[in-house]
C-alpha cells in the first residue's frame, strides 16, 4: 500500500505564487511518474501536469510557463509551483502516483491518489 499526501493548498491572490507538496510513503516499490490533476465541481478531474522517471515533464497548455514540477526523488516527493495563479486556477489539486511492482515473471502498475488539497485564488 502507497499512501500520498499533499499539503500546501490555500489562498492566494491573483498574480500571486503558491507551492503544493506531494509525498508518498509506504511499501513503494518503484515509482514511474508522479502528477498533479485539479477538479473543480462539476467538471472532470483535468491534468495539470506529470514527470516521469527520467525527468521528462508534461503540461497543460493552461498552466504551461507558469507552473513547474520539481521534486525530490530521495523523499518520493513532487511539488507544484505555481506563479502567475489566475482565478480559474481555483481548484482540489490532486496527486497521482504512478508505481510498478514486480513478481515472478510479471509486473503491475497501481496508480494511487491522494486526498487532494484545495487551492482558491481571489480576483
Known amino acids: 500500500q502507497v499512501q500520498v499526501v499533499e499539503s500546501g493548498g490555500g489562498l492566494v491572490q491573483a498574480g500571486g505564487s503558491l507551492r503544493l507538496s506531494c509525498v508518498a510513503s509506504g511499501s513503494i516499490a518503484s515509482i514511474n511518474g508522479m502528477g498533479w490533476y485539479r477538479q473543480t465541481p462539476g467538471k472532470q478531474r483535468e491534468l495539470v501536469t506529470t514527470?516521469?522517471?527520467?525527468?521528462?515533464?508534461n503540461y497543460a497548455d493552461s498552466v504551461n510557463g507558469r507552473f513547474t514540477i520539481p521534486r525530490d526523488n530521495a523523499k518520493n516527493t513532487v511539488y507544484l509551483q505555481m506563479n502567475s495563479l489566475k482565478p480559474e486556477d481555483t481548484a482540489v489539486y490532486c496527486c497521482?502516483?504512478?508505481?510498478?511492482?514486480?513478481?515472478?515473471?510479471?509486473?503491475?502498475?497501481?496508480?494511487?491518489w491522494g486526498q487532494g488539497t484545495q487551492v482558491t485564488v481571489s480576483s
Open positions: 514527470i516521469i522517471s527520467g525527468g521528462n515533464t
Open positions: 497521482n502516483v504512478q508505481e510498478t511492482k514486480y513478481g515472478f515473471g510479471s509486473s503491475a502498475v497501481f496508480s494511487w
